[in-house]
């Protein structure tokens, strides 16, 4: 109801915001879109305002998941390295893969119904929520996460697993099955491509 009341209050601000070109919003748009998305979701430890919701998303976006780039931030405004880890895989987990691409969804229901008898149209979120979902990655990453190998390991290997024109997940998990480690592996990741590999 707060979120609703809040569409009714500014109709052509938030009509702005949901007026995308494409798939996917701005910068602009998702910062202003923050507010919305945090008073669905709240706030933790992990995300303490909208303005830094949006801003998590945005560098999370810009740097395709790569989660160092929110380390490096948060050990920027002086977290310690282990503290500035486990924030951001907090806020990759739980706010990034779940609460916000069911915030975003929500929202743009919210808005469609709002704005709509309003006469605006809403953009379609759902794709730029998968992609958030997904970490900004390439298809299947986060998947193959949750069959043992991280996600730095799926990405070396991306080119191999044909993750770009890769339709279904069991194409790449018989792609995964018949890999060799590559020379730039370290022992590490053998072990970790070796163990996901037996498990199949």
Do not use: C
């Not at 919305?36 to 933790?44: E, I, K, P, Q, V």
């Not at 560098?59 to 390295?81: E, F, I, K, P, T």
């Amino acid at each position: 109801m707060k979120m609703a009341e809040r569409l009714a209050s500014e109709p052509q601000r938030w009509a702005n915001t949901f007026n995308w070109r494409g798939s996917y919003p701005t910068n602009e748009q998702v910062r202003v879109l923050g507010e919305l998305l945090f008073t669905l979701t709240g706030s933790s430890g992990t995300v303490r305002s909208a303005a830094q919701l949006g801003a998590r998303v945005n560098v999370l976006r810009h740097h395709r998941g790569d989660l160092r780039a929110l380390v490096n931030q948060q050990m920027g405004r002086g977290q310690s390295a282990d503290d500035a880890v486990e924030d951001a895989l907090d806020f990759a987990r739980n706010w990034a893969q779940f609460k916000i691409p069911t915030a975003l969804m929500t929202a743009r229901s919210l808005a469609a119904d709002v704005l709509g008898k309003a006469g605006y149209s809403v953009a379609d979120t759902a794709i730029f929520a998968g992609e958030l979902e997904n970490m900004f990655l390439p298809p299947f990453v986060t998947v193959l996460e949750e069959y043992g190998l991280p996600t730095a390991v799926t990405i070396k290997l991306q080119r191999a697993l044909r993750l770009d024109r890769a339709v279904t997940l069991d194409d790449v998990l018989l792609r995964l099955r018949d890999i060799w480690p590559p020379n730039s592996f370290d022992p590490f990741e053998q072990e970790m491509l070796a163990d996901t590999q037996g498990a199949l």
